[in-house]
């Protein structure tokens, strides 16, 4: 089982970036998806969830109001939309496939982990 992340790369700051997630077919469609980041010597954190039907969605406090996540379940992809980005924004972001069908809130019910995409962002 793979989740192939791509769209990281270089941005300044207030500028935008959209991240995609390709998982393998069998875990998407009935599993809820999340994006988290691992800046430098911190630890991992959810920045965004979404549940497997898109009826759920979660924000940590620091993506709120700049970042959007959806997926498109025909075109077997979730995405995370950045807009407004900061240099605290710079980071390795992975996408992730819940266990259940559920929205993620943290990485607890992760199953399985992208390989990451990192994002810089320069002031």
């Known amino acids: 089982v793979q989740l192939q992340s791509s769209g990281g790369g270089l941005v300044q700051a207030g500028g935008s970036l959209r991240l995609s997630c390709t998982p393998s077919?069998?875990?998407?469609?009935?599993?809820?998806m999340g994006w988290f980041r691992q800046a430098p010597g911190k630890e991992r954190e959810i920045v965004a969830g979404?549940?497997?039907?898109?009826?759920?969605?979660y924000y940590a406090d620091s993506a709120k109001g700049r970042f959007t996540i959806s997926r498109d379940n025909v075109k077997n992809t979730v995405y995370l939309q950045m807009n407004s980005l900061k240099p605290e924004d710079t980071a390795v972001y992975y996408c992730?496939?819940?266990?259940?069908?559920?929205?993620?809130?943290?990485?607890?019910?992760?199953?399985?982990w992208g390989q990451g995409t990192l994002v810089t962002v320069s002031s």
């Open positions: 992730a496939a819940s266990l259940f069908g559920t929205v993620l809130v943290g990485t607890n019910n992760v199953r399985y």
């Open positions: 979404i549940s497997w039907n898109g009826g759920s969605i």
């Open positions: 077919r069998r875990i998407f469609s009935n599993n809820g």
